[in-house]
């Protein structure tokens, strides 16, 4: 049994983690209740649309967390999560295909409507097991797991680093996005896999099963949370902190770089997995637009709006930045381009460690030294640079 | 089978006629044009059979006019004329080749033809055109009856084989020969060697006709006709590769010119640039906005706006990458992944702004005459367009060198890209230097975006769909040296469309970022790589 102080001092700490946990929990008891028990009319019911879009988020934040462990704690920047959350979405997608069964618009028992609209004679021999849904479950976090281990294991011990390792990101995304966009890769092309119809069971479009999902989320993002904070307060994430600010001395010092690389960024990838996963019953829809590298760019900039580094910075972001985007392209749709782009701007420029990563250092000023401790100035240009 | 030995019996008297009576009189040739005018379609065949036996350019023009319906009797002196058109126009006398002056078709009548007699026709003209056309008329004559490969015309074409001066229309001539006795049934001998004959014209068409001919022939003949197929297919495949080749070579042109700025600003100042896409973007912009003024105000000038488009899309996107290196890189150099997302944001701010201004859809700029079609290169169909392409890469490149090899402002980049604060305590002045470089790398991307608005849709989104691409040509190539990023963006060009046909097109895409992916393991800094203490940041 760990000792309280585990939860307290290591886990939590401080007042973000603890609000975000709260809120969180609130969430996942006020929103489906309030969703199934009252009624419509009341004022303080949520609709099932928002319950729906809030979960959306909820995803978003999962998969920003997953992302700022890598980014924010092991200045890995990834410009391809969204590949691993879409592989996840489609382990989860393809268990939600074979629950169709009989029900398609062809009726056939085993395989899925676009397999039978291509003419094909039998399942591919991937889509074994996905019939049962702890296969799937499995697959969700198996799948994207062995592309990050397999990738990273590549790109790690040759030392590929900084930019050149978010250009080949952004190159892997961009390539499954092509594989997925074919018909006979077997995942239903252009259209990807959709016209869901039970999840164990449950009808995906009932609204007990949407409060349900709904709950799960904030179940699964309070877990990813836990754990990405209990990996960097351990002395596994300082040492990916002492990557992060100075690679070849921690290696130089005698630490296996590429081997706490390789971690972090299987576990990221994994949750990213599970992100997807929970979002595809919600949506109801995955299609190969999901790899595409806008997508994964954009989950960068939420994590870096909320704060790089802060784990709760980064959920936080992802939800103000998806609200504002819900907001705007209902309001302004010509707009939001303009808005995303100056977006990136004035973050990187004026507001570099994100919002919480900006509060918590004013927090901290009177006590450490001022400035120079807490933010160092950004490099000067004489600086020399690696390319 | 009556009217095929009648085939072979006009035919043969044609080829006799010809040797013994070259040219017939007008006089001889009167009788026969006023049966055609007639009412009589049996005399009308004999007169076809009469005028063809006659040969000469006379009888030639007047039976392909009947051919064409512009053979006409003249309501007033009942002459029998020849109008360039159906419906009249200036006349000639049909038995002479005088003029007759002209008449509109309520005062002509026309010979009227059956079935019958079109067929009848259609034969004979292929066989006398072949003796009395043009070389280039003959030529066709000779391609037509390749294609046809009617056996009726086969003495006919031997004849003219006899006759024939100029060399390239009498192989023509035996190549049709060949492929008519290769399909006929003569003897075994004679095939082989026709298909031999067949063999040596290595298109399509003669594959057709020999793999037809393999099919259900004499195991010999068959046998030999497979032989000169397979030789046939050799040469095709060695076409398509060479095609092949040429697309490749073409895409990597395309590629380097998207890629060289990239080259500068990432292997000079360390700034991943996302935002190069949109300048080569803008550049195709201005090109299209150059084309509209010439078009308005100076349509002369319409042919050569490309030349106007040059400088100007160099200015503005040179001038917008300034603005940029001020307003926003300055702040963000050391930090090489913000930049990776500011020029992000910013790409999507210029997307966005250009789709305001030009709205979504793809806006059309033409191709200036002397880049339009393509020219034949032994087999190879090479498009002027991306023929000039190319070229142009080149001068771009070389033309980069210079700048960079040979004026001053080039040895200040060079010494800032090797060690800035030397080059700085030395009196460069680099954030200048800084400026100026990343003002030419963009200025480079609009001048491609100008070459690209000439092969591709010029759209909001142009400069996306060349960003990753430009990335791999400059990761695989290694930063700081412009021979990487040729050989990269030549490489992976090529790559690409040999890839294609292989793999199909998206596949090909898949695998080869699979094998930069997999090629950036085993050398981390690219083809060329910068070596020295520098690399280590």
């Known amino acids: ?387 | 089978m009556l009217s095929f030995l009648r085939g072979i019996a006009l035919a043969l008297m044609l080829a006799l006629g010809l040797g013994a009576a070259p040219a017939a009189s007008a006089q001889d040739l009167a009788a026969p044009l006023a049966a055609l005018v007639g009412d009589d379609y049996s005399a009308k065949g004999e007169a076809i059979e009469a005028l063809a036996r006659m040969g000469g350019p006379r009888a030639a023009e007047a039976l392909k006019a009947l051919a064409e319906g512009r053979l006409f009797r003249r309501r007033s002196d009942q002459l029998v004329v020849i109008a360039p058109t159906s419906s009249g126009g200036t006349l000639t006398d049909a038995a002479t080749g005088a003029a007759a002056g002209s008449a509109g078709d309520r005062e002509l009548e026309a010979a009227n033809l059956n079935n019958r007699l079109r067929r009848q026709l259609a034969g004979l003209i292929g066989s006398l055109t072949l003796t009395t056309g043009t070389p280039a008329e003959r030529r066709a004559a000779a391609e037509a009856l390749f294609k046809q490969r009617d056996p009726a015309g086969l003495p006919a074409l031997t004849a003219a084989i006899a006759q024939e001066k100029d060399a390239g229309v009498r192989a023509a001539m035996e190549m049709a020969r060949a492929a008519i006795v290769l399909s006929s049934d003569a003897p075994e001998a004679e095939r082989i060697a026709a298909a031999a004959t067949v063999g040596a014209r290595s298109d399509r068409e003669a594959l057709g006709l020999l793999l037809s001919v393999a099919g259900g022939a004499p195991p010999a003949v068959a046998e030999a006709a497979r032989t000169s197929a397979a030789a046939i297919e050799r040469h095709l495949a060695m076409l398509d590769y060479a095609q092949n080749l040429y697309y490749g070579l073409s895409l990597g042109a395309v590629l380097l010119l998207a890629a060289v700025g990239l080259a500068v600003t990432f292997g000079v100042m360390g700034v991943i640039n996302m935002a190069h896409g949109e300048m080569v973007m803008l550049g195709a912009y201005t090109t299209f906005v150059v084309q509209e003024l010439c078009r308005t105000s100076a349509p002369a000038l319409l042919d050569y706006a490309l030349f106007i488009a040059l400088p100007a899309a160099f200015l503005v996107t040179a001038a917008v990458g300034a603005l940029l290196e001020r307003s926003v890189i300055r702040w963000l150099y050391g930090r090489p992944l913000e930049t990776l997302l500011a020029t992000w944001g910013l790409s999507l701010v210029i997307q966005q702004a250009v789709r305001s201004v030009f709205g979504p859809t793809n806006r059309e700029v033409s191709n200036p005459s002397w880049m339009s079609g393509a020219v034949d290169f032994y087999g190879l169909t090479l498009t002027w367009s991306r023929l000039w392409i190319i070229v142009f890469a080149v001068l771009v490149f070389v033309l980069l060198l210079v700048v960079l090899r040979r004026t001053a402002f080039g040895l200040q980049m060079r010494a800032v890209t090797q060690n800035r604060p030397m080059a700085s305590s030395m009196g460069i002045r680099t954030h200048r230097v800084d400026m100026l470089t990343f003002a030419l790398g963009s200025g480079v991307a609009g001048i491609a975006g100008v070459a690209l608005s000439q092969i591709d849709n010029v759209s909001p989104n142009l400069g996306q769909s060349y960003i990753i691409d430009s990335f791999m040509v400059v990761v695989f190539g290694g930063v700081g040296n412009l021979w990487g990023t040729l050989a990269g963006a030549m490489t992976l060009g090529i790559a690409n469309k040999l890839l294609e046909p292989v793999a199909g097109a998206v596949l090909g895409k898949i695998i080869i970022l699979v094998l930069i992916i997999l090629f950036i393991q085993r050398r981390p800094r690219g083809l060329f790589a910068l070596r020295g203490r520098a690399v280590e940041a």
Request: proline share 6%; hydrophobic share 55%; charged share 10%.
């Open chain 1, 1 to 387: 049994m760990l000792p309280p102080r585990f939860f307290t001092a290591r886990l939590i700490a401080g007042w973000p983690g603890l609000l975000f946990l709260l809120a969180l929990a609130a969430a996942a008891i006020l929103v489906p209740l309030s969703n199934l028990v009252l009624p419509p009319s009341s004022p303080w019911h949520v609709p099932t649309h928002l319950v729906v879009l809030i979960g959306k988020w909820l995803c978003y934040a999962l998969l920003a967390i997953a992302l700022d462990l890598v980014w924010g704690y092991c200045g890995i920047l990834s410009l391809g999560h969204g590949a691993f959350f879409a592989l996840g979405g489609y382990a989860m997608g393809m268990y939600l295909m074979r629950q169709i069964g009989t029900r398609g618009v062809y009726g056939h028992p085993v395989l899925p409507d676009f397999m039978v609209f291509l003419n094909w004679k039998e399942l591919p021999w991937y889509w074994y097991g996905f019939d049962q849904f702890w296969f799937a479950a499995i697959m969700v976090v198996a799948v994207p797991g062995a592309l990050a281990f397999v990738f990273g294991w590549f790109a790690f011990r040759s030392r590929v680093t900084g930019v050149y390792l978010s250009i080949i990101t952004q190159a892997l995304t961009f390539a499954l996005m092509l594989a997925f966009f074919r018909n006979d890769m077997g995942f239903g092309g252009n259209n990807g896999l959709t016209d869901f119809r039970e999840i164990l069971g449950f009808g995906v479009r009932e609204q007990g099963t949407r409060a349900a999902l709904f709950a799960i989320t904030c179940a699964a993002l309070a877990a990813g949370f836990l754990i990405a904070r209990w990996i960097v307060t351990s002395r596994f994430g300082l040492v990916l902190v002492a990557i992060r600010d100075a690679e070849s001395r921690t290696r130089f010092l005698g630490y296996r770089v590429d081997r706490y690389k390789l971690f972090v960024f299987v576990v990221s990838a994994m949750m990213a997995g599970v992100a997807g996963a929970l979002y595809v019953p919600q949506v109801g829809i995955i299609n190969p637009g999901e790899y595409a590298p806008t997508n994964s760019i954009e989950a960068v900039i939420w994590v870096a709006v909320g704060g790089r580094g802060t784990l709760v910075g980064a959920a936080l972001g992802a939800f103000v930045v998806n609200a504002f985007k819900t907001w705007m392209t209902g309001a302004m749709p010509e707009v939001w381009l303009f808005a995303l782009g100056a977006l990136f701007v004035l973050v990187t420029l004026f507001l570099p460690k994100g919002i919480l990563g900006t509060i918590r250092a004013r927090r901290r000023q009177p006590a450490a030294q001022p400035q120079a401790a807490t933010s160092p100035a950004p490099a000067p240009a004489t600086a020399e640079q690696g390319p």
